[in-house]
Nanobody, 125 residues
Framework: QVLPVESGGGLVQAGASLRLTCVAS????????MGWFRQAPGKEREFVAA?????????YAGSVKGRFTISRDNASKNTVFLQMNSLKPEDTAIYYC?????????????????WGQGTQVTVSS
């Protein structure tokens, strides 16, 4: 089974930036909405951002709007980026990318499948 592969996480100080990359090879990803979710220790997985297959529409959680930007490789549509600026300690989590089902909510993890293994982001104060 082909799954997305996330990279780009790391340990940074508050206020810094990171760029996460999700490579999702194959036609099963290029025509679908892709999303980023995150899960902090002891907390449920939460929505971060999503982007349509064309890249024309994007969706963000209120907690990251204005700081994070989701984008998609225009050529292949198989690489999705999450640019994270002005990072805060509360952004510390494992970040996952996943493919959304054709129907359902952009914001609910239950409406996504094909999850990657995640990349750790740690923001120190």
């Amino acid at each position: 089974q082909v799954l997305p592969v996330e990279s780009g996480g790391g340990l940074v100080q508050a206020g810094a930036s990171l760029r996460l990359t999700c490579v999702a090879s194959g036609r099963i990803f290029s025509s679908y909405v892709m999303g980023w979710f995150r899960q902090a220790p002891g907390k449920e997985r939460e929505f971060v951002a999503a982007i349509t297959w064309s890249g024309d529409s994007t969706y963000y959680a209120g907690s990251v709007k204005g700081r994070f930007t989701i984008s998609r490789d225009n050529a292949s549509k198989n690489t999705v980026f999450l640019q994270m600026n002005s990072l805060k300690p509360e952004d510390t989590a494992i970040y996952y990318c996943a493919r959304k089902f054709p129907s359902g909510s952009y914001y609910d993890s239950k409406d996504y499948n094909y999850w990657g293994q995640g990349t750790q982001v740690t923001v120190s104060s």
